[in-house]
Every structure is written in C-alpha cells, then in structure tokens.
C-alpha cells in the first residue's frame, strides 16, 4: 500500500470503531469532521514530499488522539499544528498532543523559511534523532 492508501485505511477503520462504539451522534460527527481534516493534512504532507513513513505515524497517532478525545475542545486541540515553548533553556512540547514526527515537518518547513535560531536548530536535530537513530551520522559532517 502507499501512504494515500495507508492513511485512509487508517482513517476509516477509527471511523468504523468509533460507530461500534458509544459515541454520541453529534461527537461523532466531530471526530469525522476531525478524521476527514487528517486525511487532508496528511495528503499536504504528501504532497510537498515527506517521508510516507512520517505521515503514516503522524495519522496513525491523530487519528488514536482523535478516537480517544472526550469534548470538541480537546479535538480542537488535537488538530492544531505542534504546540511547543521555550522553556529558557530548550523548547518543549506544551500537549501530549504535540507528535514528534509532525514537530519534526513542521521544523523542516519552518527551516526552508530561513534560518532556525539556536534553539530551534537544537530542537530539530533532537527529533531527527528521536525519529531516525540509524541516521545521525548526517550531523556529524
């Protein structure tokens, strides 16, 4: 399968959970509303040329975010793009919310902007590291 393919599988078998399940018409409807806005985002991550196996984890993880979500704040929430802060000393994901692969294209698309202050250079290369251990030795160079 292909990450389009991948991500749609992903999207609609939560959806087929989430009707077996207690869900309330109007959360459900929420959650769709969320699973289907998933489904575009992670098509903009395909299509500006991310890694598929980035994608795939990012919907895998929002789409169990959005399943397990109790009030439509919190798949607000869920939904927005990473939230992190300075903490003084690094930058920190502020939500359980915030996934390390989707913090990590948001960086890589912050960086083709102009250049990552310190911190945010710092952060960046910390999630590539958390997300591909086999491949540090690009930072070594």
């Given amino acids: 399968m292909n990450c389009d393919q991948?991500?749609?599988?992903?999207v609609f078998n939560t959806?087929?959970?989430?009707?077996?399940?207690?869900?309330t018409k109007t959360m459900y409807a929420e959650k769709a509303t969320a699973l289907m806005s998933l489904l575009s985002k992670c098509g903009y991550?395909?299509?500006?040329?991310?890694?598929?196996?980035?994608?795939?984890?990012?919907?895998?993880?929002?789409?169990?975010?959005?399943?397990?979500a109790k009030t439509k704040s919190e798949l607000q929430t869920i939904m927005k793009p990473p939230d992190v802060r300075y903490n003084g000393n690094e930058i920190l994901p502020v939500n359980k919310y915030c996934?390390?692969?989707?913090?990590?294209?948001?960086?890589?698309?912050t960086s083709l902007i102009g250049p990552l202050i310190s911190a945010g250079q710092k952060r960046y290369e910390k999630l590539f590291k958390q997300i591909f251990p086999d491949k540090t030795d690009v930072f070594n160079h």
Avoid: D, G, H
């Avoid at 959806?15 to 869900?23: A, G, K, P, R, V």
């Avoid at 299509?47 to 397990?68: M, Q, T, V």
């Avoid at 913090?103 to 890589?108: K, Q």
């Fill in 6 to 10: 991948e991500c749609t599988v992903i």
């Fill in 15 to 23: 959806m087929f959970e989430l009707s077996e399940n207690n869900t």
């Fill in 45 to 68: 991550f395909q299509e500006n040329y991310f890694l598929p196996e980035l994608i795939i984890e990012i919907c895998r993880k929002k789409a169990e975010f959005i399943k397990e």
């Fill in 99 to 109: 996934i390390p692969e989707e913090e990590l294209i948001a960086w890589s698309m």
